[in-house]
């Protein structure tokens, strides 16, 4: 845990070389605005990381990683962390678009293995793009935890994953896209998914994390925790860490990928998805590694429609802090919300964790995010 004072800020780099400089950060009103949030809602715990002049400047822990056991909240825990998962598997995939191993136009049906077509359309494939952005015309009415949910041999619904407009016409968040993107990752790159993704993104970056429960410290894991409105209590959801083995144990190469959830499985601290977000804050380099290009990174980052304000698994929000345009991703999960976004130009962003939280505080966690912009960025 990293701790700072009126006059002096500790500094971490993105390969976590330590300085020290003078700044105007006033951590301690940034906690006590915390607390008073805090003491307004039923909190589990959480975590938090600003970035600032392109450093990481402060890093803390509120509250408890398990309610049951009082054992506190520390910035090496690990979160599933949500949606913010997605952007994991577009990096992943861009990697290999510059590679020439696939196009963002391509078919999806050519590079899944099955046909995915939406019967009211079928002569308009659904690319890559499509699903990275969301404008691929499916949805999750079917399920997403498996692909036998869109396999027309496996699924005499799977008509029922496509909506009414063709693809690229229309915008529907849904999760399918992304467990579909990762088994493409997988098919293409002849790696498994999980391993991917730490092999190519995390390792490269010197982070710790991961998408496979098996593979990670456990007893970092921060417990996840469901409100439940009918006793007004934090209630545990240990689904958010199912292992999965038996599944993998039996796993196939470029199908069972939904069993790691490239859709919201990745599991990591606040601390090291601060690095990760300023890699995508500089353009796809962290330090001397680049990994994805300026031309892959400003893709990502730029919004397909300006309506929804989404790219390819990043998004774009003119109200999260009042005057800034920032650029990145939420989640939710089991019980856990979680916010990544930075600001390009400005080189500043905020990452904030919560392992279980439920907040009459309009903007759920946005008033924190918004507390730490005020205390140590504005």
Known sequence: MIRTNFFRCVWISALSL???????????????????????????GIAVAVVKDNRIIYTHSFGYKNLETQTPLTDDCLFRIASISKSFTATSLLQLVQAGKVKLDDDVSDLVGFNVRNPKFPEQPITLRHILSHRSGLNDSQGYFTLDAINPEKNPNSAKCYNDYAPGGGYQYCNLNFNLAG???ERLSGERFDQYVKHHVLDPLGLY????????????????????SDSARLVGAPGAYAARSAEIAQYTMGYSTPVFSPTGGMKISATDLAKYMMMHMNLGK?????????????????PLSEKEGYGLALHTSKTLISGKTMTG?????????????????????????????SSPVPGGINPIVNCLYDHFIK
Do not use: W
């Open 209 to 228: 994390g991961g998408y496979c429960v098996d593979s990670l410290d456990q007893s970092r894991f921060a417990t996840i925790y469901e409100y439940n």
């Open 183 to 185: 088994t493409i990752l």
């Open 329 to 357: 991703h939420t989640g939710s999960a089991y019980g856990l919300y979680s916010t990544m976004f930075f600001q390009p130009k400005e080189k500043f962003g905020i990452v904030v964790i919560t392992n279980g939280y």
């Open 18 to 44: 330590l300085s020290t400089v003078p700044c105007l950060a006033q951590p301690e009103k940034a906690e006590a605005c915390i607390q008073q949030l805090m003491q307004q809602a039923k909190v589990a």
């Open 286 to 302: 962290a330090g001397r590694k680049r990994i994805i290009s300026k031309r892959s990174a400003r893709t990502m980052q730029t």
